[in-house]
């Protein structure tokens, strides 16, 4: 499963489309001829196509527009996009752009708008309810023609068999699933299937709340693809006009593959259309205070977890406890403990740290806090309690702790060493690839919990047209470099001039704390 969030890829504005024959109803971009978003018909105004962008490092928004997910205007305040586009972000790091085509070059049509708060599905979880409504500190300007609104879809209409049009900066090239990200915007019309069409996703597609949709024509399948999650699934009334919003772009099997089409949420569910047409969508919950662990890190001893603070109540609170390996090199081997808001140690987490994450939901989503971890947990206390045999208040030796206790840990246990405050690794994603003229360019998305991801590491191979014997070896050679920081989580690679082959790039991520990412791999092929 593939989800279409790009975070992070260079994007440029839209300029304005044809005025709206009718209130209720905005223009469509033109037959262009064969389509392609993988298989686009072409750059297009479409003027309720909306973009979520990256506000630099001093809180401004510069060109090109950094995009990494796409939106659609429901009205002057608010923007409908998708929760997985959304997820952990904190409001004030969003901004939405509107009336953008080009993303090199915006143009003057184009207005941003910063993000004041978030509204996702509470029950948002593995692409289900995939929903998020973003208030706009500022109103758009609705013009009919650069920027419009588009309506969302009515509730239990029956939307099989319609037409329909998507739209986004999304990855173009579905041999690699990405590598070719326009720098205007793309659109092509598709068909909404019968729930039967999606069958291969098997438990992934949930009709209650998934719509299967996608298309062929002369250039192939066409289908969304990474970037244009988000993004608006409109339903078409004739070859130039949509009158409703039926979907949001969600995930796929890959890009452009025939037997897997591209899966939308559902607006026409019930609950989640009245979440989309909410004239005030419930603000979700933000972290404010970080929990604490109580207790002592001791084999026997209980901790506990508490004191999570959120900028609105809580419906309700999670926690997962986490234990990890502490190494020279950082933290390994996490591992989930509990989920309930003590954690009694047993002796298998003795010289590992802990740490609790708190899940806080409301009406208006979920968001997750950390911990501080503790640790490395002590060896059980031994001679049955905190008193040592014999009743006195000494023990044996004349030191004041007894055997297993105090600051210092019995041998095998991590000796002196503690854990970083922070040993949940940061994620990581290859958001923007493109191979061309002998050299490739990476884009990397990374994001942490607690701590700021620090750097991202580059490994790559070539994987064809190398000889056998001693200089196939050095031809196979993996080299390793450091991508350049861009922004905040954000990081880009470009290669030197590589032979024409295929190569594969391994990406990980490291955060302040020194964790690192689990590895994300891709398959580029290098053409002359």
């Known amino acids: 499963m593939l989800s279409r969030r790009l975070p992070l890829a260079a994007l440029a504005v839209l300029a304005a489309l044809a005025a709206v024959p009718a209130a209720a109803q905005a223009a469509a971009p033109p037959d262009r001829g064969p389509a392609r978003i993988v298989n686009p018909d072409g750059p297009a105004k479409v003027p309720w196509q909306a973009a979520l962008v990256q506000i630099a490092d001093d809180g401004h928004v510069y060109a090109p527009l950094a995009v990494y997910c796409g939106a659609t205007v429901r009205d002057a305040t608010h923007v409908i996009t998708a929760a997985h586009c959304v997820d952990g972000d904190d409001a004030a790091r969003l901004a939405v752009a509107a009336g953008v085509v080009t993303r090199s070059q915006p143009e003057e049509e184009t207005e941003v708008r910063f993000v004041s708060a978030i509204s996702s599905h509470p029950g948002y979880a593995d692409y289900r309810n995939d929903l998020a409504i973003l208030t706009l500190d500022e109103p758009l300007t609705l013009d009919g023609a650069a920027i419009t609104n588009l309506p969302v879809v009515a509730a239990n209409e029956n939307v099989v068999g319609a037409q329909a049009l998507i739209s986004g900066w999304g990855d173009l090239d579905p041999l690699t699933e990405g590598g070719q990200q326009p720098d205007e915007l793309q659109f092509a019309r598709i068909g909404v299937h019968a729930d039967s069409a999606c069958a291969r996703y098997g438990a992934e597609y949930d009709p209650a709340v998934m719509v299967c949709a996608g298309g062929t024509n002369a250039g192939g399948t066409v289908d969304t693809c990474q970037g244009d999650s988000g993004g608006p699934l409109a339903r078409l009334v004739s070859a130039s006009t949509a009158d409703a919003l039926i979907g949001v772009v969600s995930f796929g099997r890959g890009c452009a593959n025939p037997d897997y089409p591209g899966i939308y949420t559902k607006l026409s569910n019930p609950d989640l259309n009245a979440r989309a047409t909410a004239a005030n969508p419930p603000p979700r919950l933000e972290p404010a205070t970080a929990p604490t662990i109580g207790g002592t890190p001791r084999a026997g001893e209980t901790l506990t977890c508490g004191g999570a603070g959120w900028t609105l109540p809580p419906t309700q609170q999670q926690v997962l406890w986490l234990s990890a390996a502490i190494t020279a090199e950082g933290v390994d081997d996490i591992r989930a403990e509990g989920d309930q808001p003590t954690l009694t140690l047993g002796d298998a987490l003795v010289g590992r740290a802990v740490t609790c994450v708190v899940r806080g939901v409301n009406a208006g989503g979920a968001r997750e806090q950390q911990a501080d971890a503790v640790g490395p947990v002590q060896a059980r206390a031994t001679g049955g309690g905190r008193t040592p045999p014999g009743g006195g208040g000494t023990p044996p030796g004349g030191g004041g702790t007894p055997p297993g206790g105090g600051t210092t840990p019995p041998p095998g246990n991590g000796g002196d060493q503690r854990p970083p405050a922070d040993i949940v690794p940061p994620t990581v994603a290859i958001t923007r690839r493109n191979c061309a003229k002998l050299r490739c360019t990476l884009t990397i998305s990374a994001s942490d919990l607690a701590s ?55 990406v990980t991520a490291t955060d302040a704390a020194g964790n690192r990412s689990a590895p994300r791999a891709v398959e580029l092929k290098v053409k002359r």
């Open 452 to 506: 700021a991801v620090t750097s991202a590491t580059v490994s790559y191979q070539r994987l064809s047209g190398c000889p056998k014997g001693r200089k196939g070896a050095r031809c196979r050679a993996v080299k390793t470099v450091k991508a350049k920081r861009t922004a905040a989580g954000v990081f880009q690679l470009r290669t030197p001039k590589l032979a024409a082959a295929r190569w594969r790039f391994t």
